[in-house]
């Protein structure tokens, strides 16, 4: 007689930690620094928003003052005018560090990335505890990104529409204009953009070297000549407008002067060097010569900033997604 055995049900399989539970072990690893950098991120927030509370108060006040008006003068209405400059001198102070800070946001983030987040994990070797529980290095390194991208797309937002707020409650005789590069950086979608660019070239250069000091020594320049580069072609992302006249004349509005000079009958361009604008009878005697009949100037309108900033955060979009693509390829090819 023989006996049948029934075969043994199939043991269960343990699936693998899921990207939300790799995505807790990440806050709990760098709790201290992200704590302390969302502390710094309020902060800066309130201390412009009070700042620019307090301002918006200090210019009501002046513009009740009899002092204000035109013609207005006397050791009183001096002192009181010296005051209120002083006044918006600071506040414009305040919005350049703010402004500075943003402007160099991506260096941190890059650093931080490169350094504590990913090559020190590979320099301990501490990246094979995750690796051994079931966690891919797929996996491990979108959790390693993952966070740092939203709280860096929550804070920069805030920060970066309280910085615009703030600018547009003070005059524009006591700022720099939008086209500076510590206020152009830090409004509008290009903040968030650059931040992004600075994690993508961060875990590049973390997944690449894989030793802290080296790693981060590369982000911080990497990220830097990303700014220098960004800063110094910002004028060609738009084509430039351009006005031509018979006389030297200044530009309506709050506009960008890119280059100006002098412009023949034939549409030729000439250095404005060439001829010295004295109104001398040399100055004359030198445009006929060389046949110029006026004046152009290339400029960008206070209605090109939002092309400027939306070619511009494109280009850092496309750029960031290009090395996250890359970094993920690096870590396949070394670890599967």
Request: include cysteine; charged fraction near 15%; glycine fraction near 8%.
């Amino acid at each position: 007689m023989s006996t049948t055995i029934a075969p043994a049900p199939p043991l269960p399989t343990r699936s693998g930690p899921t990207l939300r539970a790799s995505t807790r072990v990440v806050l709990r690893q760098h709790r201290r620094a992200l704590w302390a950098a969302g502390a710094l991120a309020l902060v800066g927030i309130l201390v412009l928003v009070g700042y620019t509370l307090w301002a918006v108060h200090v210019t009501d006040a002046f513009e009740s003052d009899p002092c204000s008006s035109a013609g207005a003068s006397g050791a009183r209405c001096d002192a009181r005018i010296q005051e209120f400059g002083d006044s918006m001198s600071e506040f414009g102070t305040l919005l350049t560090y703010t402004g500075l800070a943003l402007l160099l946001l991506p260096v941190l983030v890059g650093a931080f990335v490169a350094g504590p987040m990913i090559a020190r994990e590979f320099e301990n070797g501490s990246y094979k505890v995750s690796w051994t529980q079931s966690v891919s290095p797929t996996r491990w390194l979108l959790a390693k990104l993952a966070v740092p991208a939203v709280l860096l797309i929550a804070v920069v937002s805030v920060l970066s529409a309280a910085f615009a707020w703030a600018r547009s409650h003070l005059d524009f005789d006591h700022t720099s204009s939008w086209w500076s590069p510590l206020v152009f950086p830090a409004m509008g979608t290009a903040p968030v953009g650059r931040a992004l660019l600075g994690l993508a070239i961060g875990a590049l250069a973390g997944v690449l070297i894989r030793r802290t000091v080296p790693a981060m020594s590369v982000a911080v320049l990497a990220a830097s000549a990303s700014i220098v580069v960004l800063t110094t072609q910002l004028d060609a992302l738009w084509p430039l407008r351009t006005s031509i006249s018979t006389e030297i004349t200044g530009l309506e509005g709050n506009s960008w002067e890119v280059d100006m000079g002098r412009i023949t009958a034939d549409g030729r361009r000439l250095a404005m060097e060439t001829c010295r604008p004295d109104f001398s009878a040399e100055e004359a005697r030198c445009a006929a010569e060389h046949h110029a009949t006026g004046f152009y100037i290339d400029y960008h309108p206070t209605s090109h900033f939002w092309p400027l900033q939306l070619v511009e955060t494109g280009i850092l979009l496309a750029l960031a997604a290009v090395l996250v693509a890359v970094t993920f390829r690096v870590l396949r090819r070394r670890h599967g």
